[in-house]
Protein backbone atom coordinates (compact mmCIF):
# COMPACT_ATOMS: atom_id res chain seq x y z
CA UNK A 1 0.00 0.00 0.00
CA UNK A 2 1.24 3.52 -1.07
CA UNK A 3 1.88 5.74 1.99
CA UNK A 4 3.90 8.57 0.96
CA UNK A 5 3.41 9.74 -2.87
CA UNK A 6 5.12 13.08 -4.75
CA UNK A 7 3.50 14.18 -7.55
CA UNK A 8 5.39 16.87 -9.82
CA UNK A 9 7.30 18.09 -6.29
CA UNK A 10 9.33 21.11 -7.73
CA UNK A 11 11.65 22.78 -4.85
CA UNK A 12 13.32 26.25 -5.51
CA UNK A 13 15.83 28.11 -3.84
CA UNK A 14 17.03 31.92 -5.09
CA UNK A 15 16.57 32.12 -8.68
CA UNK A 16 15.32 29.47 -9.94
CA UNK A 17 14.32 25.25 -8.97
CA UNK A 18 16.86 23.34 -7.59
CA UNK A 19 14.55 20.00 -8.36
CA UNK A 20 11.86 19.72 -10.33
CA UNK A 21 8.79 17.57 -11.54
CA UNK A 22 9.75 14.54 -9.22
CA UNK A 23 7.22 11.77 -9.27
CA UNK A 24 7.51 8.78 -6.49
CA UNK A 25 5.36 6.32 -4.43
CA UNK A 26 6.88 4.44 -1.37
CA UNK A 27 5.14 2.01 0.11
CA UNK A 28 5.43 0.05 4.06
CA UNK A 29 8.26 -2.07 4.23
CA UNK A 30 10.44 -1.09 1.49
CA UNK A 31 13.78 1.09 0.88
CA UNK A 32 14.02 3.66 -2.09
CA UNK A 33 17.66 5.13 -2.55
CA UNK A 34 17.92 8.55 -4.08
CA UNK A 35 21.44 8.91 -5.33
CA UNK A 36 23.37 11.32 -7.97
CA UNK A 37 25.77 13.80 -7.60
CA UNK A 38 26.31 16.62 -5.17
CA UNK A 39 24.68 19.11 -5.53
CA UNK A 40 21.73 17.79 -7.36
CA UNK A 41 18.92 19.09 -5.28
CA UNK A 42 18.31 15.32 -3.14
CA UNK A 43 18.95 17.43 0.28
CA UNK A 44 16.27 19.98 -0.73
CA UNK A 45 13.77 16.45 -1.79
CA UNK A 46 13.91 15.15 1.60
CA UNK A 47 13.24 18.74 3.12
CA UNK A 48 10.13 19.43 0.86
CA UNK A 49 8.47 16.16 1.75
CA UNK A 50 9.63 17.45 5.90
CA UNK A 51 8.06 20.20 5.99
CA UNK A 52 11.64 22.11 6.00
CA UNK A 53 10.83 23.91 3.32
CA UNK A 54 8.02 24.48 1.05
CA UNK A 55 7.56 23.21 -2.76
CA UNK A 56 7.05 25.74 -5.58
CA UNK A 57 4.83 23.69 -7.38
CA UNK A 58 3.09 19.47 -7.35
CA UNK A 59 1.75 17.59 -4.08
CA UNK A 60 3.05 15.11 -1.67
CA UNK A 61 0.44 12.62 0.33
CA UNK A 62 0.21 10.79 2.84
CA UNK A 63 -2.26 8.09 3.38
CA UNK A 64 -3.51 10.15 0.27
CA UNK A 65 -4.17 12.86 1.99
CA UNK A 66 -2.12 16.28 1.23
CA UNK A 67 0.38 17.27 3.55
CA UNK A 68 1.21 20.61 2.25
CA UNK A 69 -0.21 22.54 4.39
CA UNK A 70 0.94 20.50 7.88
CA UNK A 71 3.76 22.25 9.66
CA UNK A 72 6.88 19.82 10.23
CA UNK A 73 5.82 18.86 13.65
CA UNK A 74 2.56 17.33 12.50
CA UNK A 75 3.89 15.63 9.92
CA UNK A 76 6.04 14.06 12.55
CA UNK A 77 3.36 13.34 14.58
CA UNK A 78 1.95 11.74 11.43
CA UNK A 79 4.95 9.53 11.43
CA UNK A 80 7.06 11.38 8.82
CA UNK A 81 10.53 11.44 10.13
CA UNK A 82 13.51 12.87 9.15
CA UNK A 83 17.05 11.96 9.89
CA UNK A 84 18.98 15.13 8.80
CA UNK A 85 22.12 15.46 8.09
CA UNK A 86 24.89 16.36 10.60
CA UNK A 87 24.12 13.90 13.72
CA UNK A 88 22.15 16.17 15.64
CA UNK A 89 22.61 14.26 19.26
CA UNK A 90 21.99 16.69 22.35
CA UNK A 91 25.76 16.60 24.07
CA UNK A 92 25.10 17.14 27.45
CA UNK A 93 22.37 14.51 27.73
CA UNK A 94 23.08 10.26 28.35
CA UNK A 95 22.48 7.97 25.11
CA UNK A 96 19.39 7.09 26.81
CA UNK A 97 18.13 10.31 27.69
CA UNK A 98 18.81 11.48 23.92
CA UNK A 99 16.30 8.40 23.00
CA UNK A 100 13.76 9.09 25.59
CA UNK A 101 13.32 12.63 23.84
CA UNK A 102 11.19 11.12 20.92
CA UNK A 103 9.94 7.26 22.54
CA UNK A 104 6.36 7.11 21.65
CA UNK A 105 5.36 4.03 23.95
CA UNK A 106 7.29 2.93 27.67
CA UNK A 107 9.32 0.40 26.13
CA UNK A 108 10.60 2.27 23.04
CA UNK A 109 13.49 3.62 24.19
CA UNK A 110 15.20 -0.52 25.28
CA UNK A 111 13.61 -1.59 22.01
CA UNK A 112 15.29 0.81 20.08
CA UNK A 113 18.68 0.24 22.35
CA UNK A 114 18.09 -3.12 21.76
CA UNK A 115 19.07 -2.43 17.88
CA UNK A 116 22.55 -1.64 19.20
CA UNK A 117 24.72 -3.39 21.21
CA UNK A 118 27.18 -0.74 21.63
CA UNK A 119 24.68 1.83 23.07
CA UNK A 120 23.34 -0.47 25.84
CA UNK A 121 27.11 -0.78 27.15
CA UNK A 122 26.44 3.05 27.48
CA UNK A 123 23.44 4.12 28.13
CA UNK A 124 23.71 6.47 30.77
CA UNK A 125 27.32 7.91 29.12
CA UNK A 126 27.17 11.13 27.42
CA UNK A 127 26.02 11.73 23.84
CA UNK A 128 28.95 14.11 23.57
CA UNK A 129 31.63 11.32 24.44
CA UNK A 130 30.59 8.88 21.64
CA UNK A 131 32.32 8.18 18.11
CA UNK A 132 30.89 9.68 15.71
CA UNK A 133 29.75 6.42 14.64
CA UNK A 134 28.31 5.76 17.79
CA UNK A 135 26.18 9.49 17.80
CA UNK A 136 24.80 8.24 14.06
CA UNK A 137 23.95 5.43 16.17
CA UNK A 138 21.71 7.32 18.63
CA UNK A 139 20.23 9.29 16.13
CA UNK A 140 19.13 6.35 14.16
CA UNK A 141 17.94 4.69 17.68
CA UNK A 142 15.83 7.74 18.56
CA UNK A 143 14.30 7.81 15.02
CA UNK A 144 13.06 4.42 15.26
CA UNK A 145 11.74 5.24 18.80
CA UNK A 146 9.63 7.85 17.56
CA UNK A 147 7.92 4.58 16.04
CA UNK A 148 8.36 6.32 12.24
CA UNK A 149 5.70 4.94 9.58
CA UNK A 150 7.85 6.84 6.94
CA UNK A 151 11.68 7.31 7.29
CA UNK A 152 13.86 10.26 5.23
CA UNK A 153 17.74 9.28 6.08
CA UNK A 154 20.30 12.30 4.47
CA UNK A 155 23.27 10.72 4.17
CA UNK A 156 23.65 9.34 7.18
CA UNK A 157 27.58 8.53 6.14
CA UNK A 158 28.68 11.96 6.12
CA UNK A 159 32.15 12.08 8.07
CA UNK A 160 32.22 7.85 8.50
CA UNK A 161 34.43 5.44 7.08
CA UNK A 162 32.93 3.28 4.92
CA UNK A 163 32.97 0.64 7.32
CA UNK A 164 30.96 2.31 9.99
CA UNK A 165 28.57 2.89 7.55
CA UNK A 166 27.97 -1.08 6.71
CA UNK A 167 27.87 -1.15 10.16
CA UNK A 168 24.49 0.99 10.01
CA UNK A 169 23.08 -0.38 6.91
CA UNK A 170 21.23 -3.27 8.48
CA UNK A 171 19.69 -1.44 11.27
CA UNK A 172 18.23 0.74 8.01
CA UNK A 173 17.03 -2.86 6.47
CA UNK A 174 15.34 -4.45 10.36
CA UNK A 175 13.25 -0.55 9.88
CA UNK A 176 11.90 -1.99 6.58
CA UNK A 177 11.45 -5.28 7.96
CA UNK A 178 8.86 -3.81 10.48
CA UNK A 179 7.31 -2.59 8.25
CA UNK A 180 8.87 1.23 8.03
CA UNK A 181 8.71 2.91 4.21
CA UNK A 182 12.70 4.29 4.06
CA UNK A 183 13.73 7.07 1.59
CA UNK A 184 17.46 6.78 1.65
CA UNK A 185 19.78 9.90 0.25
CA UNK A 186 23.23 8.17 0.40
CA UNK A 187 27.07 9.40 -0.89
CA UNK A 188 28.00 5.39 -1.11
CA UNK A 189 25.99 4.88 -4.08
CA UNK A 190 26.93 1.07 -4.56
CA UNK A 191 26.44 0.28 -0.71
CA UNK A 192 22.92 2.00 -0.68
CA UNK A 193 21.70 0.01 -3.83
CA UNK A 194 23.04 -2.74 -2.01
CA UNK A 195 20.52 -2.88 0.41
CA UNK A 196 17.21 -0.44 -1.53
CA UNK A 197 14.51 -2.52 -3.47
CA UNK A 198 14.06 0.95 -5.89
CA UNK A 199 16.30 3.72 -6.70
CA UNK A 200 15.84 7.23 -8.40
CA UNK A 201 19.20 9.04 -9.75
CA UNK A 202 18.80 12.64 -9.46
CA UNK A 203 21.15 14.61 -11.59
CA UNK A 204 21.11 18.25 -12.46
CA UNK A 205 17.98 18.76 -10.41
CA UNK A 206 15.81 16.20 -12.39
CA UNK A 207 14.83 12.10 -11.85
CA UNK A 208 17.05 10.66 -14.57
CA UNK A 209 16.37 7.12 -13.91
CA UNK A 210 13.91 5.46 -11.85
CA UNK A 211 13.36 1.88 -11.46
CA UNK A 212 14.65 -1.37 -9.96
CA UNK A 213 18.02 -0.68 -7.54
CA UNK A 214 19.03 -4.14 -9.24
CA UNK A 215 19.66 -2.55 -12.76
CA UNK A 216 21.94 -0.31 -11.24
CA UNK A 217 23.76 -2.58 -9.08
CA UNK A 218 24.30 -4.85 -11.89
CA UNK A 219 25.51 -2.29 -14.82
CA UNK A 220 27.64 0.21 -13.95
CA UNK A 221 27.45 1.35 -17.79
CA UNK A 222 23.32 2.36 -16.89
CA UNK A 223 24.41 4.33 -13.54
CA UNK A 224 27.35 6.32 -15.19
CA UNK A 225 24.70 7.50 -17.70
CA UNK A 226 22.11 7.99 -15.14
CA UNK A 227 24.38 10.48 -13.23
CA UNK A 228 25.27 12.12 -16.41
CA UNK A 229 22.10 12.71 -17.04
CA UNK A 230 21.85 10.72 -20.21
Known amino acids: MTI ?5 VTVSRGAGPVIRGVDLELTSGEIVAVVGPNGAGKT ?13 AGDITLDGGSILKMSRVARS ?29 ATATAEAMDLFPEL ?13 GEQQMVVLARSFAAKP ?3 LIDEMSLGLAPVV ?4 LPVVTAFARSGVAVLLVEQFTHLALGVADRALV ?3 GAVTWAGEASVLRDSPETLHAAYLGS
Do not use: C, D, M, Y
Open 120 to 132: AKRAESPAALLSG
Open 77 to 105: RRGLIHVEQGRAVFPSLTVAENIRLTART
Open 44 to 56: SLLEAISGVISPS
Open 149 to 151: RVL
Open 165 to 168: FTRL
Open 4 to 8: LKLTG
Open 202 to 204: VSS
